[in-house]
């Protein structure tokens, strides 16, 4: 059983822009009160988008399960108000879980919140809630930056976020944190903002003391822990001399990292550095990369095939990074698969 | 030999930050012309403050010369306004070249430059001029982001950017990019802010076409490039997918990487994916992590080791990385050592 535990709707029908589109250049309207407006797509348009994608790459990859959320890029937390937001979020969930009831061997749902800058995330109880309790939903991805690249709401661990880890404890389901677009020109999205997001976030986690009025509440911190691995002494080294406990105690209950690396040194030093117990595969297929590699002949984002290649890991702790942790850190995940 | 190209006055006498606090505190003076004011520091305080630091650990480590520019988490160009930053540039580096003055074999003197968020980098020519051809430094750090965490500034590749780079194309000296402290609570700086600047620029570099106008340009991207070389594959991808050339030729001909990555499997990273040619050898002693790394009993940021445990590539790769490569980035530096 391989499950991929990093999958956006990149390939959703076009209804789902036109709408999204229609909803932005409404906000220029003099209407008091925006309507939700509807979404008209069919099956059969669901069925296409995957079918020729991440369906096709499942089989060809050898992975059974992905757990799908909303194009990540898509969320734009920063457009428009918590209306707009929460609009948005209710249509790009409820795709989700068309696509979830289509195929449930293939995809278990993972909801956007509709987060809005300077709004508190309390806000976002509802909606994860209702994809949780009615569309059987197994956890969300939670935006660090709602502002798109200018960074104007408190960092993670602040009290400002606490009625979202309230709700998140009381349901179990962890959050993967995931940013969205940019717009600030300084940041290319996939290339500096997701990446940027990921060690932002795990160096909050490091100063802040979430843990510990939380102490059940997981996080998955994608794209390979941003630069987390990689500077793993600088991180070890700087919360020693912040006089913390050393990081496996500190956050590793808590903190896990998926494995969107994309090449084969990269998912090396993460196996070598990371203990195998906090590593979910992944992919983010099809995502922020989509092309052939001319060193490997395969897809950047195969990412399979780069942990295949380890040999210095055990069978067991394989089975850990392709399905094991990931039902520990979804607990409702069992319930399905 | 063995030359750091990457060390901070982070021990200079404490009349340095007395002059820095007085200065801030006279921001709010109604005066409408800020005076430079003096500092008075001896040669004797100076020498106190190298010998049990940075000479110390050269000699203890076996490195021979250091680069170093005033602390970058001081440089501060978000306080105050053009005047602040230019006087409190030329206080840093007239120190800096005291510093190198008195020790001429084991430093050689990397400026500070007096930005300032919305400011042309017009401004800093003036001080560069002076730092080189009157001070004999090597280079400069540069600030991609001069609001300390806002990121209000265009990106490296604008041309906003242009008459700081057209000095040092002239100069012939290269810039390490570097930011400062973060004003941003969700950035701290040495764990998220620093790491997430050279992440940043790396993107930058690879989306503008600055090398174009620039063939002779070459900057420094410090903390081993931030996370450019974990997610190596993920930026091969993203060029390729933008139809860019290969990463080698887009831009390795300007852009080079430091070796400031506090443990062993991220430098054997390091080492492995990003050509020898674009590897110099750093460890910002004294800097961000001062620790001892109990897993090994030496300091974290003793690069030094990590490098010489690595038995798969050759003495004259090794030699290129300690002294050869920093020789052709900072062709300056040829005069004296």
Not at 45 to 74: C, N
Not at 167 to 194: Q, R, W
Not at 306 to 315: C, G, L, N, Q
Request: glycine share 8%; proline share 7%.
């Amino acid at each position: 059983m391989i499950i991929d535990c990093h999958g956006h709707y990149t390939t959703a029908p076009k209804e789902l822009e036109n709408f999204r589109n229609a909803q932005i250049a409404a906000l220029g309207d003099p209407q008091p009160q925006p309507t939700k407006g509807s979404l008209k797509i069919s099956d059969d348009q669901i069925r296409a988008g995957l079918e020729g994608a991440q369906l096709k790459l499942q089989r060809e990859r050898g992975t059974d399960v992905t757990i799908f959320s909303p194009r990540a890029m898509g969320m734009g937390h920063h457009i428009g108000n918590e209306t707009t937001s929460r609009h948005w979020s209710e249509h790009c969930n409820d795709l989700i879980h068309r696509v979830c009831s289509l195929y449930p061997d293939n995809f278990v749902g993972v909801c956007q919140l509709p987060q809005t800058p300077g709004v508190s995330p309390r806000n976002c109880i509802r909606e994860l809630e209702r994809c949780v309790r009615e569309l059987g939903f197994i956890g969300c991805n939670l935006n660090p930056d709602p502002s798109g690249g200018h960074w104007k709401d408190p960092p993670l661990t602040d009290r400002y976020w606490y009625p979202i880890y309230e709700k998140m404890a009381e349901l179990d389901v962890p959050a993967m944190i995931h940013v969205s677009a940019s717009c600030n020109p300084n940041f290319h999205a996939t290339g500096a903002h997701y990446i940027n997001g990921d060690t932002t976030a795990f160096m909050q986690f490091i100063m802040g003391d979430i843990f510990k009025d939380f102490p059940s509440l997981k996080f998955i911190i994608p794209h390979g822990g941003g630069a987390a691995p990689y500077h793993w002494g600088r991180y070890r080294g700087l919360a020693q001399d912040m006089g913390k406990p050393p990081l496996k105690e500190l956050l590793l209950n808590n903190v896990f990292f998926d494995t969107c690396v994309y090449h084969q040194p990269g998912i090396d030093l993460l196996l070598r550095v990371i203990p195998t117990d906090n590593i979910l595969f992944a992919s983010e297929m099809v995502g922020a990369v989509r092309g052939i590699d001319p060193e490997t002949g395969h897809y950047y984002d195969d990412t399979k095939r780069y942990i295949d290649a380890v040999t210095w890991i055990s069978k067991e702790d394989k089975e850990k990074i392709f399905h094991r942790n990931v039902r520990k850190v979804y607990p409702r995940l069992a319930v399905k698969h």
